[in-house]
């Protein structure tokens, strides 16, 4: 299991806003819940190391 951060959660709600995404829309983005996305979002999570894979290289990507 792998931990999101509180800076990491930052960065998930900003990219988010940055473009205009709803949480159903950004789940679908980024192909994970909306109950893990709120989660995320909310920092301080642990989480499965494939889901940690799929946000990291959502925020990476054109970012």
């Known amino acids: 299991m792998l931990r999101i951060t509180t800076t990491q959660a930052k960065a998930i709600r900003r990219k988010r ?11 679908r983005e980024i192909g994970i819940g909306y109950v893990t996305l709120n989660n995320l979002e909310r920092g301080e999570y642990m ?3 494939s889901i940690y894979a799929k946000v990291m290289e959502w925020l990476a990507k054109d970012y």
């Open 17 to 27: 806003a940055d473009l205009g995404l709803t949480k159903k829309m950004a789940c």
């Open 47 to 49: 989480t499965k190391p």
